[in-house]
């Protein structure tokens, strides 16, 4: 947090994971314009995406204990396998 921007950024994807939460049943179509942004205009390396999830999913695990079941768990990283899916999806 004492990084500005990586804070910032922080917020940018916390705003990307709510929008595809509100388009659950198109989030790949609704990544596409972020798909292609992050791999053409900053080249980030598509194994990143996975990554990013990883830690958000520890974070959340850590955060909310035993209210973390196994089948919220399940269901989280299935939402989050669509979203690194779509987001490497200008990659392929």
Same mark, same amino acid.
């Given at each position: ?5 990586? *804070? ?6 916390? =705003?990307?994971?709510?929008? *595809? ?6 989030? &790949?179509?609704? $990544?596409?314009?972020?798909? %292609? +942004? +992050?791999? %053409?205009?900053? =080249?980030?390396?598509?194994?990143? #995406? ?10 959340? *695990?850590?955060?909310?204990?035993? %209210? #973390? ?8 990283? &299935? #939402? ?9 999806? =200008? $990659? +392929?």
């Amino acid at each position: 947090m004492a990084n500005q921007k990586v *804070a910032a950024h922080g917020t940018v994807v916390l =705003q990307g994971l709510k929008k *595809a939460l509100k388009n659950m049943d198109d989030i &790949k179509n609704t $990544y596409t314009s972020l798909s %292609e +942004h +992050h791999s %053409e205009k900053l =080249q980030v390396n598509p194994g990143n #995406f996975q990554l990013l999830g990883d830690c958000l999913t520890v974070l959340i *695990a850590t955060r909310l204990r035993t %209210e #973390f079941t196994p089948d919220i768990q399940a269901a989280w990283q &299935k #939402f989050l396998s669509v979203v690194v899916s779509a987001l490497r999806r =200008q $990659y +392929h």
